[in-house]
DNA sequence: AATTTTTTTAATCATTTGATTAACCAAATA
DNA sequence: TATTTGGTTAATCAAATGATTAAAAAAATT
């Protein structure tokens, strides 16, 4: 009756629609507001199958918030730790890269930090971000680059405050840019598409005060 | 039987107990995963008076909603339209009270961009803050610097996306932040209060690049 | 003090919502 | 083809939750 082989036979079909469904709900909607019939719904299937291939809405979140998160911060760390690009490089690459991620995906980052606040402990040590950040090559760079002098000497939490908070924090407050520059839509993502050049050209500012 | 007339009496304390506990209970939890027992506990009071003074959970939540904004907006213009004060000064003077803001209040934000995307227009109109940010003193001394080429021609948008992105983010993602770089509560808002200085001095620099 | 009005409470209602069940269907297997 | 296994559905359940009600208590008014 219960389906506890991983991944078996051809029901991926529908257990992936459910998935996908609820990632978009959830995404949109966090896990409060969002109701296992809007995900029912939205995948084009009967409310009873949600349970019958993820037990309980709870499960299917966590679910998807893992997923979520590894997608989101694999997306990070291939551009953190490729060798073959200085530390230069890598600021523009990850920044145009980043701002492509949230022009596909723009309500990620709310998600994670929402949703980070109900769960912390438990997700982040199955990610174990910590680690591939301060093992990555662009930290590595980083403080190369500040013991020979190259850039001023500021502390790697700051420059990734800041770095993040430059990239993402227009799309977390996109409503309120919107409204209060009187954006369309297409307005905004040009002056987000702006940023690609000048946030990478602004952090080297930064560092070199 | 209803309480019509706008504060009257007495009964100001019981309404305002339970106004101010629903601002607690929607800061931290959201409009829809807070539940109006939380607030009538949080209140200490019983749940019939919350319907009895307020009508319903989304009135009061609109009330909240409203009265957050206004706190939070008017705080930023009383140093945007100080006519004494310098541009660079402004910078300062703002970024220093608005991260004493944030350490009082650091829920706010998150409440905030999460709870304008259900509302943004019907609210946005009540407050006018478009015309509140573009007619303050702030923004002429911003335009007349560029004009005379002390600072670079960065639109408004830009310096405004970077001013609050580095300001607010932080204390967005702030267990994101503290989770990846290892902080206890004491050494994030220590790292926080650096910020203070720092970010001016960064702007600075972005606006001379 | 008596009466009216306002405030507070416990009990209850109605709806929403996550979850289950039993019957039915479909596909694989023998 | 018959049978078993897995997938799907409609109906239903139980708990949670926003809201109401009627009675009691308190406060204000006469």
């Keep these: 009756m219960k389906p506890e082989k991983e991944s078996s036979e051809k029901n991926i079909s529908t257990e992936e629609k459910i998935k996908s469904a609820a990632r978009i709900v959830f995404h949109q909607k966090g896990f409060a507001a969002a109701r ?23 499960k299917l979140f966590n679910i998807v918030m893992l997923e ?4 989101f911060f694999s997306s990070i760390f291939s551009v953190f ?11 523009e690459k990850f920044a ?18 929402n949703e980070i606040r109900n769960n912390v402990g438990e997700l982040m040590d ?4 910590r680690n591939s950040v ?10 190369k680059a500040i013991k020979e002098g ?20 227009p799309f977390i407050a996109k409503p309120l840019f919107k409204e209060i520059n009187g954006l369309s839509d297409v307005q905004f993502n040009k002056v987000i598409e702006e940023r ?9 500012s930064i560092m070199t005060v």
Tied chains: 1, 2.
Excluded at 68 to 71: A, E, G, L, M
Excluded at 96 to 113: C, W
Excluded at 197 to 204: D, E, F, N, S
């Design 68 to 71: 979520t998160f590894q997608d």
């Design 134 to 143: 301060f093992n990555s090559e662009f930290v590595k760079q980083y403080n």
């Design 150 to 169: 190259r850039i001023r000497n500021l502390s790697f939490q700051h420059f990734m405050m800041n770095f993040m908070g430059l990239l993402i924090f």
């Design 81 to 91: 730790n490729d060798v073959d690009t200085s530390l230069e490089e890598k600021i």
């Design 36 to 58: 296992t019939r809007d995900i029912a719904e939205e995948a084009g299937i009967n409310l009873a199958l949600l349970n019958y291939y993820f037990r309980s809405k709870e």
């Design 196 to 204: 690609k050049q000048l946030i990478p050209v602004w952090l080297k």
């Design 126 to 129: 199955k990610i174990n971000i």
């Design 96 to 113: 145009s890269n980043y701002i492509d991620l949230l022009f596909r995906e723009p309500e990620i980052p709310l998600f994670i930090v």
